[in-house]
């Protein structure tokens, strides 16, 4: 459908640079997903080979991202790595970034495939922290720490580990891109990426308790 979108827009010679824009990544995603088809069987457990030469024109190498687009893989949980790419796979994390990027990629990844993928990425190590305006992270140090009491606002540590490191599948925050933190936590604000308990936090934040977070969470 998007082809013959593409195709007719074309053809009335009036191409917005939104729709170029699109129209890139478009081409861009059909090659990476021929790219990720073409690996042989044998060499479809070799997640350090896929990684390299798929995952890392966004993920960055070693899996630490530059754009912040991206999310950092370094260091995640192997778990939530798991988990993640079964749900972009079977089409249950339906923000619109996970469904314009990662369905497709996921798609082509079986169960294996997946499973080597989480070890090699949580065995790298994380990106260093970025330092943040001092006020934001200050701030944002608070609520991840204490929660806010008066609006039964658990602390984020509660459940990320005491320095965003991770716990069993919840995931690794420290060092992740702050752009990228915003965006999921509007995200499962609005319910497009769905998560219980991540609903139940994010509907008690507002945009600059966000930021504030993201910041922090950024500088670790
Ligand atoms: C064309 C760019 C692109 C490529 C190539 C790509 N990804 Fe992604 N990936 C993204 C974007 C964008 C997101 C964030 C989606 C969102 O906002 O929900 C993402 C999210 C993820 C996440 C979830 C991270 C988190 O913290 O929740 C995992 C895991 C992941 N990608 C793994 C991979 C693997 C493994 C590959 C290679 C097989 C890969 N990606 C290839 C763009 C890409
Ligand atoms: C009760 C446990 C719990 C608490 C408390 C909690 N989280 Fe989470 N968080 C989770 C779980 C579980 C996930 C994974 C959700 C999924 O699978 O989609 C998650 C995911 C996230 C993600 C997405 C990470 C990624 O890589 O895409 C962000 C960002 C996040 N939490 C931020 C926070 C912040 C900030 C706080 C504190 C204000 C917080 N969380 C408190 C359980 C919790």
């Not at 069987?41 to 754009?67: L, N, R, V, W, Y």
């Not at 995931?171 to 769905?194: C, E, T």
Request: hydrophobic letters at 40%.
């Amino acid at each position: 459908m998007r082809l013959t979108t593409i195709h007719s827009t074309c053809l009335a010679g009036s191409i917005s640079e939104r729709e170029a824009k699109m129209r890139n990544l478009f081409l861009f995603l059909a090659s990476l997903s021929l790219l990720v088809s073409a690996i042989p069987a044998s060499a479809q457990e070799d997640a350090a080979t896929i990684a390299s030469s798929i995952c890392s024109s966004c993920h960055g190498a070693a899996g630490i991202s530059i754009s912040p687009m991206f999310p950092r893989l370094a260091g995640q949980r192997a778990t939530y790595i798991e988990e993640q790419l079964k749900a972009f796979r079977s089409q249950t994390r339906t923000d619109p970034d996970a469904q314009a990027y990662m369905w497709g990629m996921a798609a082509q990844l079986d169960d294996m495939t997946i499973h080597n993928l989480a070890n090699y990425y949580a065995s790298l190590p994380p990106a260093q922290g970025t330092p943040g305006p001092k006020d934001e992270m200050k701030a944002g140090e608070e609520i991840f720490h204490n929660g806010i009491p008066a609006r039964n606002l658990p602390a984020c540590a509660a459940c990320h580990g005491s320095n965003a490191q991770g716990v069993g599948s919840f995931p690794r925050l420290a060092g992740q891109q702050s752009s990228y933190i915003v965006r999921q936590l509007m995200a499962f604000k609005s319910g497009v990426r769905s998560n219980a308990l991540m609903l139940n936090i994010a509907t008690k934040l507002d945009p600059k308790e966000m930021r504030d977070l993201a910041v922090y969470l950024q500088s670790l």
